[in-house]
């Protein structure tokens, strides 16, 4: 079956560095879209990609779709404490099958 | 305009027994999908329901069934709990259709003893 794989698990940074997380699907997908979970909190749509190789912004962030749409990363510029929480990342063929998610933790 | 409500937040079960949770979509949203998240996991996708009927099932047990009514609302049931189910029940509507976001309720949280 479908499987949708997200690296890396954590990610510890300093407030103002860069954040990348990676999203892989054993598949060909539809669309992809990202999520952000804040603690005790529940996911929170982001970001819908549906064409090949598309780019779309979000103010710091940046999300890709891969050319053979099997992949994605979302990239945050400038970390801030705000970003705190767990990005997952859905990849469609029907119904959305989400990645186990980075979590991200931002030190001040 | 009200979002995704979940019913009740928190639930405490023993092993065996069976639980109802229920989900009111956010208006205007005909499809209703369900998540079982363990702690630190991703959202494992149960099922999906539309047009009262499950559209689309995950790798789940029998034990896990639904049913969606004619407002749209959704019921969850888990029969013969085990220890394995507890987790975050995730309600999430849309308008149907894959390329739909999904809005998600804030969660029920099961714990089986």
């Not at chain 1, 064409?51 to 890709?64: A, D, I, M, N």
């Not at chain 2, 109802?20 to 494992?44: I, N």
Request: glycine share 10%; charged share 15%; with cysteine.
């Amino acid at each position: 079956g479908q499987q949708v794989m997200q690296i890396p698990q954590y990610q510890h940074v300093q407030e103002g560095e860069d954040f990348t997380t990676y999203c892989n699907s054993s598949t060909t997908l539809s669309n992809i879209q990202w999520y952000k979970q804040r603690p005790g909190g529940h996911p929170v749509f982001l970001i819908q990609l549906v064409k090949s190789g598309e780019v779309k912004k979000q103010k710091r962030l940046t999300f890709q779709f891969g050319e053979a749409k099997k992949n994605s990363s979302l990239h945050i510029t400038a970390t801030q404490t705000t970003d705190v929480g767990t990005y997952f990342c859905g990849g469609s063929q029907g119904n959305l099958i989400f990645g186990k998610g980075t979590k991200l933790s931002v030190k001040p | 305009d009200a979002g995704v409500t979940q019913s009740p937040t928190h639930l405490i079960k023993t092993r065996g027994q069976q639980v109802t949770l229920r989900c009111s979509p956010k208006s205007g949203h005909d499809t209703v999908s369900w998540y079982q998240q363990a702690l630190g996991q991703g959202p494992q996708f149960i099922f999906q329901y539309y047009e009262e009927e499950e559209r689309q099932r995950g790798n789940f047990p029998d034990r896990f069934s639904g049913h969606q009514f004619p407002n749209y609302s959704s019921e969850l049931n888990v029969n013969a709990l085990l220890l394995g189910d507890s987790a975050l029940y995730l309600c999430a509507s849309s308008l149907g259709g894959e390329y739909s976001p999904l809005h998600f309720g804030n969660g029920t949280r099961l714990t089986v003893t």
